[in-house]
């Protein structure tokens, strides 16, 4: 219950912004932080709470993209109900995806190629088929107007990402409250000894697929409706999969803050990148790939796990003597 | 309440399970011992779904469970542990319990309180908000009866929980796998420790190379010549017999 004020409260401070930043560029980094934070929660429900390190998925956000603009472009259907549908299609996609892993047992780096696999198998489908537009791209028509979900000025899109956000965090502070979440913790920490006591851990990993795509997708919507651009690279390619993963595993993986964390971490890592060493294409990928490296060998529970390091230490030994006496 | 029939599993030129035909009795405490590598754990792995048998068949409460999932068979109400403790590490303790506890409740705070209860029964109730991976041999231990016990199973399988204990910490865990079966879950064991096969099980099977070679009460079965060879070599038995008279 603690946790869910703190969240409440986190979340109440972060929609000031659009009440006491007049800046658009501020508020447009805002917008990006949350938008990374969703992206990175997604990933964290299936690879944080459940231990399955999906390396695809852009598979989902890619899916809840194309699936707005494609519906919008190819066949007029407004946006929000794309919304709708863009979350759903990334669900089947995670149905699917998930059913043909989990199914064979699929586990560690057998699963994190697969499900690359499957995103660039739809990277390139979305290459090749005429209605995404091919290798072109597809542009959704700018058509400025809350009906359309495309807003004049940044507050709209604030208020829209803040929300899928909040959903995306309100969900994962629920599955660490309830036996959906135990299960999923159990199955990722002992597989077997998990099933021993009665979890049925394919269905609990279905689950937890799902829940990650559907989140992974909504991202992908409203990427599509900020940029109004996509092509299979920004879709389906894997910088989003890795900024996926990046994010929860800078933050803290498997906790419920860590992917808000590491969204901020991120960006501060990303502008500095850019203000050092100016826009060179590619780059971030790199020094993306140094960080995870970096994050995994040097501090593996993430920017999460070091605030409560560093929380503890005052009463470092206090906790040291409770826990010996117990003993 | 648990009838194996005929059970079989080879891995490939390795009879781990060879014709195992054994009916464990309701309300009892029965053991399966048997030298290393005799397949008692195979045939546990058998009996609860972790893998599925060439041949043979498992009854449980008169019902065919053979080749069943391991949580289709937990929910039916046997659940096993495991030789090599496997706790969830980094959640704690009572985490750890309310995972069993799970299988029959669905509110997390019911779950949470069970497992506290559980504890309590099995002595762990001092260490509950502790990093399960932090327990030494004997909590974890302790930890795997709780686990299973959270589940509410009419039987449970004891995959040497004793083992990697000191004499001290057996004493202390042999009243509680007592204290476990005055309530009315049957056990199976399989155990190394003969101490607490002799003091705890009611009947027992001795396995060796995936067959049953010898049943009966621990003490009758000890002493046949059979299970002394299994366990000694060939002649022994002969031996011990011709140096008892001698000492007679």
């Known amino acids: ?327 | 309440m648990l009838e194996i029939r005929a059970l079989r599993k080879f891995f490939g030129g390795v009879k781990a399970c060879n014709n195992v035909s054994l009916t464990v009795p309701e309300g009892k405490i029965a053991s399966l011992i048997g030298p290393n590598g005799a397949g008692k754990t195979t045939l546990f792995a058998l009996i609860t779904g972790f893998h599925r048998p060439d041949a043979g068949s498992v009854c449980f409460l008169g019902e065919d469970i053979t080749a069943l999932a391991p949580e289709e068979i937990a929910r039916r109400g046997m659940v096993r542990t495991f030789q090599i403790v496997q706790p969830f590490a980094g959640q704690t303790v009572r985490e750890n319990i309310a995972v069993g506890a799970h299988l029959r409740i669905r509110s997390r705070a019911e779950a949470l309180a069970k497992a506290e209860a559980v504890a309590h029964r099995v002595g762990l109730s001092d260490r509950l908000d502790l990093d399960a991976a932090s327990l030494t041999v004997a909590g974890r231990k302790r930890l795997e009866v709780a686990r299973a016990l959270a589940t509410d199973p009419k039987l449970i399988l004891f995959d040497e929980v004793l083992a990697g204990l000191n004499p001290s910490e057996i004493r202390d865990v042999i009243p509680v796998i007592r204290a476990v079966r005055e309530e009315g879950v049957t056990i199976l064991l399989i155990e190394h420790v003969m101490q607490a096969v002799m003091s705890l099980s009611e009947y027992t099977w001795v396995l060796n190379q995936g067959e049953l070679i010898a049943e009966g009460a621990p003490a009758d079965v000890v002493s046949d010549p059979l299970v002394v060879e299994a366990y000694l070599g060939k002649g022994m038995a002969e031996r011990i017999a011709r140096r008892e008279v001698r000492h007679a």
């Open chain 1, 1 to 327: 219950m603690r946790q869910l004020a703190l969240l409440g409260l986190v979340f109440a401070i972060i929609g000031l912004a659009p009440f006491v930043i007049s800046s658009d560029f501020t508020l447009n980094a805002v917008i990006m932080i949350l938008y990374a934070a969703l992206v990175g929660q997604a990933w964290n429900i299936l690879g944080g709470y459940g231990g399955q390190f999906s390396f695809g998925h852009a598979a989902y956000f890619g899916t809840g993209a194309y699936t707005v603009a494609v519906l919008q472009v190819q066949l007029g259907i407004n946006p929000w109900l794309g919304l709708i549908a863009g979350g759903a299609m990334a669900v089947l996609v995670a149905a699917i995806i998930g059913f043909s892993t989990f199914r064979y047992g699929l586990r560690g780096s057998y699963f994190a190629l697969v499900t690359l696999a499957f995103a660039e198998v739809l990277r390139i489908l979305s290459n090749s088929v005429p209605f995404t537009g091919a290798g072109v791209g597809i542009l959704i028509p700018l058509d400025q107007g809350p009906a359309n979900l495309q807003f004049v000025t940044k507050q709209g899109f604030f208020w829209v990402i803040w929300l899928i956000t909040l959903a995306a965090f309100v969900t994962v502070w629920w599955i660490g409250q309830s036996r959906f979440g135990a299960q999923l913790m159990a199955v990722r920490d002992n597989e077997d000894a998990a099933r021993a006591l009665g979890v049925e851990a394919f269905r609990v990993k279905m689950g937890a697929i799902m829940l990650s795509g559907l989140f992974s997708g909504l991202a992908g919507v409203f990427y599509a409706q900020y940029f109004l651009y996509l092509d299979p690279y920004i879709a389906y390619g894997p910088a989003v999969s890795v900024e996926s993963l990046l994010v929860p595993i800078i933050g803290g993986l498997g906790t419920l803050f860590g992917p808000l964390l590491g969204a901020l971490g991120l960006h501060v890592i990303s502008e500095l990148t850019r203000e050092f060493i100016g826009e060179f294409p590619g780059i971030s990928l790199v020094i993306y790939g140094i960080i995870l490296i970096a994050m995994v060998l040097f501090m593996p529970r993430g920017l999460a796990g070091l605030a409560s390091r560093l929380r503890a230490r005052p009463f470092g030994t206090r906790a040291k003597a409770a826990e010996g006496s117990h003993a």
